[in-house]
């Protein structure tokens, strides 16, 4: 079991950055992929960044490629999204995940919330103009 809890949220001006923090609890964090999602009103939740179980593979919507970093310390076991020069259509509530036993140990990054077997409570961002 891991349970993820997210903070860092908040309310920022357009143009203005953010980091987002996902504290993990669970001896299976630091094996496995993570993923931030996010949901806007009224729009299906879609993903945002994917990071391996190592940090080595990362993949970003194209969105927000260039301005979100997501990275992880797993000495921590936290994740991070680092959200730069933000726009008013950032703002959502911004989801972590922790990927399922298919993603322990793998290279790879994994996209989509298939993959994904724990989540945390989301963290609201809103980006004003």
């Known amino acids: 079991q891991v349970q993820l809890v997210e903070s860092g949220g908040g309310l920022v001006q357009a143009g203005g950055s953010l980091r987002l923090s996902c504290a993990a609890s669970?001896?299976?964090?630091?094996?496995?992929?993570m993923g931030w999602f996010r949901q806007a009103p009224g729009k299906e939740r879609e993903s945002v960044a994917a990071?391996?179980?190592?940090?080595?593979?990362?993949h970003y919507a194209d969105s927000v490629k260039g301005r979100f970093t997501i990275s992880r310390d797993n000495v921590k076991n936290t994740v991070y999204l680092q959200m730069n020069s933000l726009k008013p259509e950032d703002t959502a509530v911004y989801y972590c995940?922790?990927?399922?036993?298919?993603?322990?140990?793998?290279?790879?990054?994994?996209?989509?919330?298939?993959?994904?077997?724990?989540w945390g409570q989301g963290t609201q961002v809103t980006v004003s103009s």
């Open positions: 995940a922790a990927g399922g036993k298919n993603t322990w140990y793998s290279g790879s990054y994994y996209w989509g919330e298939a993959n994904y077997d724990y």
């Open positions: 669970g001896r299976t964090f630091s094996r496995s992929a």
């Open positions: 990071i391996s179980w190592s940090g080595g593979s990362t």
